[in-house]
């Protein structure tokens, strides 16, 4: 089965500029997760969408940050405006059902460098 | 979410095994222990996952001590392309609310495999 596709996947923007990143997960796969990696940690989880409906925002800086998923398939992450501590690669997953042992299916990430 | 604490570097040589150690002390009785894994520039792979018994794929296996307050995930012989970074993850069964189906990731273990 094909893999969770990510675009682009490398993006340098300015500070202040806006930027968009999209994902398309695993077919049939109910839930959808963003996550943030900056360099030398771990992910964190952005937010989290099961179905079309957001299960868990509350690390989403929402001043700037902002994510939909349209008709419970693609879904988009925006910043805007983007500050220079928003560089990170950013991660999107998918799963089944989004279940305490369901496994989590991760694309390739979008690097993001704000200068 | 329950912490997990793992070294934070380990070394290998090429075909032998590699033992990997979590300690997840506070685990509960409905918290899952997953494994994950991230290869160089890539988005975190599944590895394995277990509840009580110790648990085989063909990937690696995981060996979880009675109590459950550690685990350990072995590697049987080690390639150069198991070089990345190892997560250990516990994630509750009945996980509802805002902690649904979400992976808190820690630092990792970085094993790096010697030719």
């Known amino acids: 089965e094909a893999g969770v596709a990510q675009s682009p996947r490398y993006k340098i923007i300015e500070k202040r500029q806006s930027v968009a990143f999209w994902c398309n997960p695993i077919?049939?796969?109910?839930?959808l997760y963003w996550y943030q990696q900056i360099l030398g940690q771990g992910p964190k989880l952005l937010i989290q969408f099961q179905n079309n409906g957001v299960v868990d925002d509350s690390q989403l800086p929402k001043d700037r940050f902002s994510a939909e998923r349209l008709k419970g398939v693609d879904s988009t992450l925006k910043i805007q405006p983007a500050k220079l501590e928003d560089s990170a690669v950013y991660l999107c997953?998918?799963?089944?059902?989004?279940?305490?042992?369901?496994?989590?299916?991760f694309g390739p990430g979008t690097r993001l460098t704000v200068l | 979410d329950a912490k997990t604490t793992q070294p934070n570097s380990m070394e290998s040589n090429e075909e032998e095994p590699v033992h990997l150690p979590c300690n997840h002390s506070t685990i509960s009785g409905t918290d899952y222990i997953h494994w994950y894994r991230q290869l160089p520039s890539q988005g975190p792979e599944y590895v394995i996952h277990g509840l009580t018994s110790n648990v085989n794929n063909r990937m690696a296996s995981l060996a979880i001590a009675e109590d459950r307050k550690s685990s350990t995930l072995i590697l049987h012989r080690a390639t150069l392309r198991d070089a990345a970074v190892y997560y250990c993850i516990l994630r509750d069964l009945n996980a509802g609310g805002t902690s649904y189906g979400k992976l808190t990731f820690g630092q990792g273990t970085i094993l790096t495999v010697h030719p």
């Open positions: 077919s049939g796969h109910a839930t």
């Open positions: 997953a998918s799963s089944r059902q989004g279940r305490g042992a369901d496994t989590q299916y």
